[in-house]
């Protein structure tokens, strides 16, 4: 069995998101030797809470708490030479994405993304934008392997002492981090933890059957059940490109809430989708969630042709005032 090196990138408090949980648990499944590496201003607040998934190494200081090429790439570099890790895996952020195809280069190791399961067997991961899925095995080394979310169940294990091993690596950043600029407040609607995944799609804003469009009353209901319901908002590209058309739109969507082909390929246990037809480009990015509904009044749509277990016939204006209502 091969060392398995596991990078992370704690936050400012030395929180792990759910996502370096999950390829902790990934790498537990291979069944060799796991060895976490942490990257950021403060490995000890995170070595307490994943040190008893192995030994830790860490890269910390403030150089290495915000993300640049530079100091990640240093960074992930030195870890793999201190682990003599054979596989190399990482959760598929922004961050570990920028950087680690350059780490493979410089380690003379190979890299694949979009992985989606591990097992000893192989690894399997997305090509064509999600379309198909392939099995394989590589036996260059080192390994790299980015995961993405939910490719396996969140790494579960009781906090220890903290002990970590520091890995001296001397920062040579061609940037400057000024400040960081925060979008301004408002009303998050982006949940990937989120027990429920509420879609819209471009009829929201079409004519209703009174023969007027009610714009401002679908932002109302869609936000009702964002908020009362908690759940994460997605929506179809056709919604998002409205912008662009100079029709009437939503305000509070951008192409982040964006899901399938082209979009994110969330995992949520339930989904709900409305005046969506459901064709193959939208569903596509629906293919993890445990339990699909949709909401449209036309009963030969996309989303009858099982592609949901479920189809409510029905007006979605009508089905979420009363959804609102009740969950109100």
Known sequence: METILVLLHPDAEGAIAKAGLEAIAAAHGLGGEVIIGL??????GAAKVIGGAGRVLAVEGDAFSQSRYATDAAAAQALVAASKAGIVMAPATSRWSRC??????RCGGRIDSHITAIAPEGVTRWYYRQRIEATFTRAELPWFLLLESGAASAWQGAPCDGTFERIAVEAAPRTEVKGVVSPGA???????????LF?????????QKDGAAHVERAGELILGIVRTAGASLGSSKSLVDLSGEGQAVLPFLSHLNQVGQTGSTPRHPKGLATCCHGEEPHVVGWRFIQDRRAVNLDANCGWARGKADVLYVADAFEVMEELNRLLA
């Open 100 to 105: 680690l195809a350059g780490v493979a280069q």
């Open 39 to 44: 990257v950021g201003g403060n490995a000890a």
């Open 186 to 196: 408002g009303e998050q609607t982006v949940k990937p933890e989120a027990e429920l």
């Open 199 to 207: 879609v819209a799609g471009a009829g929201w804003t079409k004519k």
